[in-house]
């Protein structure tokens, strides 16, 4: 069992891939290809350009600055060619909604393919994912069936398979800037959300506190990018602690 955040913001939201003794690669610098939910073609052809990279710096005599080279090569080279053409599939969801973003990204797509270019140009992406969280009052809440202990199963069960593990008298790695806005906020405005788009059942109230179990955590970053508040900031936790995968 296993969970990740997948950095789906396209060609347009690549960061600067390249610092002063390090790299982005793959995921880190958001590299799926959206349409086709793919992205480890891109992500080991960006270990293969950084270390290409690295290595005409080292005979070059270089050391410890920015591979400026890479990032050029990542813009300009296959995972470009990859990513840029599909870069509006996101914006374009997002802006006009499933049905009508399926035809346009598709349209937009096929033009692409042909013509080389886009009609919309690049398109920038609207509200953040923690922006686009809804108030709890304007939705039902949904009852989702109970898991069958054979194909599926509760969240703690399936947190025992990821052999996630933190030395419990360990600082807590997930930091609150405001401890008082998940009950004050969260809990009357989104019925703490939380609660709910954790994997790892990380975050419950319990007699009206909000406790963070962060043993439990298998590193997927959610709760950093989809707080409706930004309250939580993921930290790496001591010791290289968390999720171990032997049977993935």
Not at 16 to 40: D, E, H, M, T, Y
Not at 175 to 182: N, T
Request: charged fraction near 20%; charge should be negative.
């Amino acid at each position: 069992y296993g969970a990740r955040v997948v950095t789906k913001g396209g060609f347009q939201s690549i960061p600067q891939s390249a610092f002063p003794g390090g790299a982005l690669l793959g995921c880190s610098a958001g590299l799926v290809n959206l349409p086709r939910i793919k992205g480890n073609h891109n992500a080991m052809i960006s270990g293969i350009q950084a270390a290409e990279a690295a290595v005409e710096a080292m005979k070059a005599g270089r050391n410890g600055d920015t591979l400026s080279e890479y990032d050029t090569a990542l813009r300009d080279g296959p995972v470009g060619k990859d990513l840029k053409p599909v870069r509006n599939v996101a914006p374009i969801n997002g802006r006009w909604g499933m049905v009508m973003g399926l035809m346009l990204g598709g349209f937009d797509m096929w033009f692409q393919t042909i013509f080389r270019f886009s009609l919309f140009g690049t398109m920038k992406h609207g509200k953040s994912d923690a922006m686009a969280t809804g108030k709890a009052a304007d939705y039902p809440e949904i009852d989702y069936p109970k898991p069958d202990g054979t194909l599926s199963f509760d969240r703690l069960t399936n947190v025992s398979f990821s052999a996630t593990n933190h030395e419990e008298n360990q600082p807590c790695h997930l930091k609150l800037a405001d401890p008082g806005i998940p009950i004050r906020v969260n809990l009357p405005e989104y019925d703490e959300p939380a609660q709910r788009y954790c994997p790892a059942g990380v975050y419950e109230i319990v007699d009206e506190k909000f406790v963070i179990n962060f043993q439990n955590c298998v590193h997927c970053k959610t709760c950093d990018i989809k707080d409706p508040s930004q309250n939580i900031t993921w930290t790496v936790p001591q010791g290289g602690d968390g999720p171990n995968y032997p049977n993935m």
